[in-house]
């Protein structure tokens, strides 16, 4: 199954955090797109800024996510394969061993 995370301000983050909720749960083998923003958080090619950043939380890079691979668990092992065009990347997960 193909999986898309929009480019939402919901689905961004400027920390790491396991307090996040996922945004999307995936089983093993679902691929998963999704587009990135630069360092500024400006999307590419539409140069749309993310005006709502909380200074704190916010202060680093734009991360899309978190997504939850159904029925993993620590520790496991997976395996993520990428492909990335000039404003879309896709990622499929295989193998997870539970």
Known sequence: MIHEVPLERRTLHGHFSRDLPPVLTIDSGDTLRFAT?????????????????????????????PVEIRGARHPCVWRVYASASACMSSCRTDNITK
């Not at 630069?38 to 709502?52: K, L, M, N, S």
């Open 37 to 65: 923003l630069d360092a500024g958080w400006h999307a590419v090619p539409e140069r749309r800024h993310f005006d709502e950043l909380d200074p704190e939380l916010d202060g680093g890079h734009a991360l899309v996510g």
